[in-house]
């Protein structure tokens, strides 16, 4: 279940789930409509339910008519597992739970695209999701929640104290990519930094704008996304940096093929000032570029894996963009190593093969709903050893996670993640 229909992260991970789950499960995906994030699911044996007032907009009777009409659906729709992914519907689902307004009769599972609250969020935003987050985990019925790596359930169990979070059955999914193969661009001596991503606060495009205009003039910037095609940003990017440097920015927006842009870049640039697991940044791995990261929660995750990478402080971009011209000319000086390097960490971590493994036994495990005791044992199951049941012991310390740079990372079926 997502709810907005435009092409953005969450549509890409539930095509990457269908694509992962259809062999074993029948699938009903309900969203608002299609706005071009979901036309693949004609491809799949899917069946997509359209449910006006699931996207995000500043109107109760809009959410009130949403939530009414998801919850007529799911109830239609008789699930043995009910899946919600869209933030929104994620938090108000979670509140009916607590509040025992909807009670399902089958297992439901959450999935965290990324902490509703940390840093990078504004500071009053950050701390009414932190402590609306503390007051669901510690209060609601026990769930199925799902979190993209080991880093983000680690700060869920810590902020929300572990011993609360150990109530629920807690389960780590990695994203994945699938762009396919990409014909390189041929070689020349301007150079592209692409980035992905629709626009907002989130990602923070000035960023990208302001830092281009301290890039050699042979550098380019290609902005691909929902929004970046509208001429009220554009402008906005116009009044932060001068004309020349504007006209080196391509305004692509939303774009059916990520290969395009991938193909003509020599490095992904992701400017966000918060991210989960950011698809975008996965595919430039699957593509063999160089992935230029600004300093939000979970990217040195991302660089620590990668062969040819930066992460970069926004408070100094003259300094920073010398950093990456010479990490560019690194690339290319040995683009071939550098490029089949790269696209093995991906098909080692996030290629769909390791992901079709993981969403299975996730799947199987939320369906076969292991009983009480089995959730009391303080393990995890396909993990490395036993973790400590911090129910027990509730000021004991919140294990530190292992790297998650596996072939198939586990599916924390009970207790908390390693």
Not at 290 to 315: Q, T, V, Y
Request: proline residues 7%.
């Amino acid at each position: 279940m997502g709810g907005d229909g435009r092409p953005s992260g969450v549509p890409r991970h539930i095509l990457h789930l269908v694509a992962a789950l259809e062999s074993e499960f029948r699938i009903e995906v309900i969203s608002d409509q299609d706005r071009g994030g979901y036309s693949a699911l004609a491809q799949t044996s899917a069946r997509h339910r359209v449910v006006n007032g699931l996207t995000n907009r500043l109107s109760l009777s809009h959410h009130w008519r949403g939530i009414r009409g998801l919850l007529r659906a799911l109830k239609e729709a008789r699930a043995d597992v009910i899946w919600a992914h869209s933030r929104l519907q994620v938090l108000l689902l979670r509140i009916l739970l607590t509040l025992r307004i909807w009670r399902p009769n089958c297992p439901v599972v959450f999935t965290h695209h990324g902490l509703p609250y940390g840093r990078g969020y504004h500071p009053v935003v950050h701390n009414i999701c932190k402590r609306l987050e503390q007051a669901l985990v510690a209060c609601s019925p026990p769930q199925n929640l799902v979190f993209l790596n080991h880093r983000m359930a680690g700060t869920m169990a810590h902020d929300t104290h572990a011993v609360q979070l150990a109530r629920h059955r807690v389960h780590i999914l990695p994203n994945c990519s699938d762009i396919g193969p990409i014909v390189r661009k041929d070689a020349s001596n301007s150079r592209t930094l692409v980035m992905t991503g629709r626009t907002g606060r989130q990602k923070d495009y000035d960023v990208a704008a302001l830092l281009l205009e301290y890039l050699p003039a042979h550098f380019h910037l290609n902005l691909c996304g929902p929004g970046t095609q509208l001429p009220a940003f554009q402008a906005h990017l116009a009044a932060l940096v001068p004309a020349d440097v504007m006209a080196r920015i391509t305004f692509s927006g939303p774009l059916p093929d990520a290969r395009v842009p991938l193909s003509q870049a020599d490095a992904y640039l992701l400017t966000s000032r918060y991210e989960g697991t950011p698809i975008g940044a996965l595919e430039a791995f699957e593509a063999g570029l160089p992935i230029i990261l600004r300093n939000f929660e979970g990217a040195d995750d991302l660089i620590a894996k990668h062969p040819c990478s930066l992460m970069f402080d926004s408070r100094d971009l003259r300094a920073e963009a010398d950093r990456i011209v010479a990490l560019i000319d690194r690339y290319h000086r040995n683009e071939d190593t550098f490029r089949h390097a790269i696209q093995d960490v991906w098909k080692n971590t996030w290629s769909p093969e390791i992901f079709g493994q993981n969403a299975l036994r996730l799947m199987r495990s939320v369906v076969k709903q292991p009983s009480d005791q089995a959730a009391r044992t303080g393990y995890i199951r396909d993990a490395q050893g036993p973790h400590p049941d911090h129910r027990k012991t509730p000021d004991a310390p919140f294990p530190i996670p292992q790297p998650s740079y596996t072939a198939a990372a586990p599916s924390a079926e009970n207790g908390l993640p390693r």
